[in-house]
């Protein structure tokens, strides 16, 4: 299979100049160069800030070369990676962080040793935008249920939407009027976002199967791209979390997936995230802070 040159921006440790996760193929790998690759031989760079030490510079300076940047946490966390040549990645939380350099060519990959960098303080300034509070409540964490008087908001096939606020309410019936949609009023369990440290995650999630109280309970950390409008936050999950949600993954389309979903409203007390059917249906699934 050839293998594309992809570029992932993942904002768990912020690519700067996008707050986006956006993938773009740029080439084949087999039309490189043929190079001979060794660790001595690869030549990149990871430099600090010199005025700021949460900002982390990467650099590749092969162009016959298709990089890959992976960087984790010292719990050993991916927070995110990118493959382009020259990029910027701001850690909020102080700690130390691996970053881990792999050089692509044509005649296979080889992998540099990580290289450790000590960001010495938090960057207090990084979530000054009021959405992470709403979210998280900052290093107190917040924890969020699903609203089963009204569970689901139906806005139909429109991929064209952009948030709850522009383009208006769908239907938004009682649980009693869609009882078709296979939801049952119980406790479908809790998700709690933090900042204490990192993004943590921890989701309790019910069995979907009919009847069913079996729970779950997964930790992980989480990614939350803000973008101007709120036209496009999202959130994505990383260490096998998923969403909060009560349908089982027969109910969705194959290609959608809770791990990475849009935010259409975030309030202090509402936190609504999109969902498309098997049928490309779309819906929208209400959270509200837990009492």
Known sequence: MTMKRILYILIAAVTIGSLLFSCE?????????????????????????ATNKNLVNFK??????????????????????????????????AGKYSIFYTAFARGGSVEAAPVT??????DETFFKDPRWAKLTNGQAGKTW???????LEF???????????????????????????????????????????????????????LGSTAKTTKKGTFNYSLTDGETNDRISFNGGAEMLHPNEPSYFLPSFSFTNVKIVELTDTSLCFIAIRADNDYLIYHLVPKS
Not at 25 to 49: G, H, M, N, Y
Not at 60 to 88: C, M, R
Not at 162 to 188: F, M
């Open 25 to 49: 193929a740029i080439e084949d790998r087999e039309s490189l160069p043929a190079v001979t690759l060794t660790p001595e031989t690869l030549k990149f760079s990871i430099t600090q800030d």
């Open 117 to 122: 960098v000590d960001v010495p303080e938090n």
């Open 155 to 209: 806005i139909g096939n429109t991929p064209g939407y952009i948030n709850r606020a522009v383009s208006g309410p769908g239907w938004w019936p009682n649980l009693t009027d869609i009882s078709w949609a296979g939801l049952e009023n119980k406790d479908w369990g809790e998700i709690t976002f933090d900042l204490n440290g990192g993004y943590n995650v921890s989701v309790t999630q019910t069995n979907p199967a």
């Open 145 to 151: 249920v699903l609203y089963m008087t009204a569970p």
């Open 60 to 93: 590749s300076d092969d162009p016959t070369v298709i990089p890959f940047w992976k960087y984790v946490d010292a719990n050993g966390n991916e927070l995110g990676h990118s493959n382009q040549s020259v990029d910027k990645v701001t850690f909020p939380f």
